[in-house]
């Protein structure tokens, strides 16, 4: 550890090769790493729930249609109140 300090303070160029290994290398474990973790949340939580969802016959984006229905605008119940603190 304290080579590579000494080496990066007084010869920083014969490090260079080492560190453009060294982010390539970790490139290449992130980008398994990333899908690995889309696969597991998009197979282990998205598509249990859809079944889930279409086994009780929910919609939640009310993708069907309604031809007798002249708009498909949805009144809100309540108004927003003001907008001047919202955080």
Do not use: E, H, Y
């Given at each position: 550890?304290?080579?590579?300090?000494?080496?990066?303070?007084s010869k920083p160029s014969i490090l260079n090769s080492f560190y453009t290994i060294w982010i390539s290398v970790g490139e290449f474990i992130g980008?398994?790493?990333s899908?690995?973790?889309?696969?597991v949340i998009f197979y282990g939580l998205f598509t249990p729930v859809s079944f889930i969802l279409r086994l009780?016959?929910?919609?939640?984006l009310r993708r069907n249609l309604d031809k007798n229905s002249s708009s498909y605008w949805i009144d809100r119940e309540?108004?927003?109140?003001s907008l001047k603190n919202q955080f």
């Open positions: 550890m304290i080579i590579f300090v000494v080496i990066a303070f980008s398994i790493i899908r690995a973790i889309m696969i009780f016959g929910k919609d939640l309540t108004q927003p109140g």
